[in-house]
Structures are given as structure tokens and as C-alpha cells.
């Protein structure tokens, strides 16, 4: 099997088997940290490139106290899934555009990034070893979770001397404990996710933390996800705490552009591309809270969170409802989304890469 091939180039040899299925209730998947078998390391000092990584098992990592990324932050991660299909293979969405991010986000925190083809080839054998863990069609994903961070001692503020890139995988469901119901929403007024001239616009470790305040209080009130807006107006929907947000008026689907700090989504960036297909006008363009009254519906799209229908957005004590259905536009871009990444859909785009 290629996945033994993907194992010879471990120094910690896995042994594991792909014909056999991991022992997971399938049918009740959520999205927390189930631990698998191996994880994918590869480590470089600064101003050197990362050469060669290897397989090993699944295992806690040692950090010096003074760790970059303990202390001061330095690191960033990215998301991306792998898919069963019927026949047993395996099919990862877009990972060169997760390559290329960490590319971006690696250069913002002065970090080295590996290639992409690194990237790929870690990404690849990371969810090869795991086999057993990706479920079964339908039910769920292969969560591939590669973080790169500054591992080397520093006291001062720098950057580490030593970086590691690490990529590992969880089984998945749905992102929200709600499963699929429609979402309702709470605009924040008061806590900010990022600000000009930040990090926002990458996917840096830092700006995780800082939003659990407002989700917890959110979810406390019975919301499911908050809403941010903009830093300096307090006015523009920027995102959620972990996907983008599009709105939709007739024929004409909007979602806030990407200009500094709100993340490039790689799902937001398919959807655009989906939807112009599907013969929609997209606008890329500052979203007023208050065209929310407006609109007829409202979504959300992120890698661990998928296409999200939104039922309600609260802002000001006000709760502004939409409707919908079965027909409704989201549903026709979510599920041509999840086609083409289960291979229920041609892949005309060249996304998907098969393994
Ligand atoms: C993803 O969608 O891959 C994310 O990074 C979201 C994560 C913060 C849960």
C-alpha cells in the first residue's frame, strides 16, 4: 500500500495497517483533538531552510521555557482536510493554497516556511499513516492541522533560533455542536479579532486566544459563533472567530474584502469561485452592519467549519432573522463545495489531489 511507502522514510518506523478502521463512533463526530498514530516533523535553525522531514509516532513535544513560541507567540498553523472516498482513496483540497498561506504568514512573523512541495509531501503522508482515521464516507474528514513555530530559546524580543514544522491530523464532524442547524450569530461591539497594520490577515497563533472572551460570553447567551466588525469604524463585518462571512441579496453574493485583516480563507477564495460559476455576481467589497436588515441570506465558510447557514444575526438587541430552505443559495454553493471535495463532483479546477 503507498501508505507503507510513505513510512520508510521514518526514523521511528511506523507500523500501522490501512485496511483496518480506527475505533471511532463515526456517527458522532465533533471537532475536538483525537489523538492518531503519527505526526510529520521537520525542524531548521534561522536564516537556514528546512531540508528533510520524517514520519514519527504521535508524541508530546519538549520546548525550552524560553521557546519564540511560548513566550512571545511566533507561530502560525493552518487547516485542511482529507476526504474518503468509496473506492478507499484519499482526497486533500487545495493543500498547495495552505502551502502558499503559510508561505505568507511565515514571511509576517519572520519565520522560514517550508517548500511547497514540503508542505504537500508533509501533508500527504501525514494523512496516509493516519489512514485508519479518516472516516468513512459521509461521515467526516481527516483534520490536517501543520503548525510551524519559532521553537528556539529567546529572551529578548526576536526572532527563535531554531523552528519546527509539525503537521498532524484529527478525525472530524461538524465544526458547531449544533451540527447543521442554522447558526445565530452575535455582533461584538465592545472585543476586536484584528486591526490594521496586525496580524489579522494570517493565520498566526495570536489571534486565537484573544476571541475565546467573546465566544464564551456569546455562547453563554446561547449564540453560536460571534461576529467582529471592523477596528476602526466599529461599523464593516469583518468574520467570525474562525471562518469568513458572505452575504447574499438576489443574484448577488458579498463578503468583505481581504485587505489586511481578515484571513484568506481557502474555502471563501472556492466559494467566490463556485458561485461565479453558478452564474452569481460576487462582490468583494466593505459590508455595512446595518445591509444585514437586507439580506436574504447570510453564510459562513471556513475550512474546519465548511459552509455555515446563518438563521439570525443579534446586533444591538435586535435580532434580524433570515430565511433558509432547502433551496436557498448557500446550499446550492455548500453542497457543489463538498462534491467536488468528496469527488461526488468533477473536479474541473484541478483541487483536488488524489492519494
Ligand atoms: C480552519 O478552518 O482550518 C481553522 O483554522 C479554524 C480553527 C481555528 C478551528
Redesign the pocket.
Known amino acids: 500500500p503507498r501508505a507503507a511507502s510513505a513510512s520508510k522514510q521514518a526514523c521511528d518506523p511506523p507500523s500501522y495497517r490501512d485496511d483496518e478502521n480506527a475505533d471511532v463512533d463515526w456517527e458522532n463526530l465533533g471537532f475536538s483533538a483525537v489523538q492518531t498514530d503519527f505526526m510529520y516533523i521537520m525542524k531548521c535553525s534561522k536564516d537556514e531552510n528546512f531540508v528533510q522531514g520524517q514520519l514519527s509516532r504521535y508524541r508530546n513535544i519538549e520546548f525550552n521555557p524560553s521557546a519564540g513560541v511560548l513566550n512571545y507567540g511566533q507561530g502560525i498553523?493552518e487547516?485542511l482536510k482529507a476526504n474518503r472516498k468509496e473506492d478507499g482513496s484519499l482526497l486533500l483540497f487545495r493543500p498547495d493554497q495552505n502551502a502558499i498561506r503559510m508561505k505568507i504568514g511565515a514571511e509576517r512573523m519572520c519565520m522560514p516556511s517550508p517548500s511547497i512541495d514540503q508542505f504537500i509531501e508533509a501533508v500527504k503522508q501525514t494523512a496516509l499513516a493516519n489512514k485508519r482515521w479518516v472516516p468513512p464516507p459521509r461521515k467526516g474528514s481527516l483534520y490536517i492541522r501543520p503548525l510551524l513555530i519559532g521553537s528556539g530559546p529567546v529572551l529578548g524580543i526576536a526572532p527563535a533560533p531554531e523552528y519546527m514544522f509539525l503537521t498532524y491530523a484529527s478525525p472530524v464532524g461538524n465544526?458547531f455542536k449544533q451540527g447543521n442547524a442554522l447558526l445565530n450569530l452575535y455582533v461584538e461591539e465592545e472585543l476586536i479579532r484584528a486591526s490594521p497594520g496586525g496580524a489579522g490577515g494570517v493565520?498566526s497563533i495570536s489571534n486565537?486566544a484573544p476571541v475565546v472572551k467573546a465566544l464564551i460570553r456569546a455562547r453563554s447567551q446561547g449564540f453560536s459563533d460571534v461576529l467582529y466588525l471592523d477596528s476602526v469604524n466599529k461599523k464593516y463585518l469583518e468574520e467570525l472567530s474562525?471562518?469568513n462571512i458572505f452575504i447574499i441579496k438576489g443574484n448577488v453574493i458579498a463578503t468583505p474584502p481581504t485587505s489586511g485583516t481578515i484571513l484568506p480563507g481557502i474555502t471563501r477564495k472556492s466559494i467566490i469561485d463556485i458561485a461565479y460559476d453558478l452564474g452569481y455576481q460576487v462582490e468583494e467589497r466593505a459590508i455595512s452592519v446595518d445591509e444585514l436588515i437586507d439580506a436574504d441570506e447570510v453564510f459562513c465558510t471556513?475550512?474546519?467549519?465548511g459552509v455555515g447557514s446563518v438563521g439570525s444575526v443579534t446586533y444591538r438587541g435586535r435580532r434580524i432573522q433570515f430565511k433558509v430552505g432547502e433551496c436557498s443559495v448557500c446550499q446550492e454553493l455548500g453542497s457543489t463545495l463538498v462534491g467536488i471535495q468528496t469527488g461526488q463532483i468533477e473536479d474541473k479546477k484541478d483541487w483536488i489531489i488524489e492519494i
Do not use: I, L, R
Not at 471556513?302 to 467549519?305: E, F, L, P, S
Open positions: 498553523f487547516g465544526y493565520k486565537y474562525a471562518s471556513g475550512t474546519a467549519v
